[in-house]
């Protein structure tokens, strides 16, 4: 039982350790195909129209990324974010303006490390309320009962559900 407890207390130390040692990075890129929900969607797309892609870095190695775009609407489908960031991008453009969209949709989510995932929606979301024009974070997830209970367990409220996706928002 000693050798029990001690193997599980090495472990919450190990999981703290890289938690509390972690960093929030901008990615120009990050490998598509590990991305278990969009892999279809390239870099290209993760970067055009002021979308971003952010990961959480220890000690060199990234264990979690996001991607997200800006929206001034709530979009349902991928082609929807796809027009609505466009759109949002191009009317800062217009004005002149570095407000790019005042709702950050997050499209994708994952980790590589257990924890990872709420760490990086933790860290995404502080960049955000720091930010002078972004009001939301709301997510364009897919209609799985794992995005729905990783949502709701790291505070999130379910605005919608709709044909492909679900959205979920976590207050600012």
Not at 62 to 87: H, V, W
Not at 97 to 117: E, L, P, R
Not at 128 to 140: A, D, G, P, Y
Not at 144 to 159: D, I, P, Q, S, W
């Amino acid at each position: 039982m000693k050798k029990f407890n001690k193997t599980v207390k090495e472990k919450f130390e190990n999981f703290f350790d890289w938690v509390k040692g972690a960093e929030l990075v901008e990615l120009d890129t990050c490998d598509i195909n590990e991305d278990p929900i969009r892999p279809e969607l390239d870099i290209k797309f993760r970067t055009s129209y002021g979308r971003k892609i952010f990961g959480v870095k220890y000690k060199k190695e990234i264990y979690a990324i996001m991607c997200f775009g800006f929206a001034n609407q709530i979009p349902k489908t991928i082609s929807e974010f796809d027009l609505m960031t466009r759109d949002a991008h191009l009317q800062s453009a217009s004005w002149r303006s570095k407000n790019i969209g005042k709702i950050a949709i997050a499209y994708t989510v994952w980790s590589k490390k257990k924890g990872g995932g709420k760490l990086i929606v933790k860290e995404v979301f502080k960049k955000i309320k720091k930010s002078n024009h972004l009001n939301r974070l709301v997510t364009l997830s897919p209609l799985t009962e794992m995005a729905r209970n990783f949502h709701l367990r790291n505070g999130a409220k379910e605005l919608q559900v709709n044909e492909e996706s679900q959205n979920f928002e976590y207050k600012i």
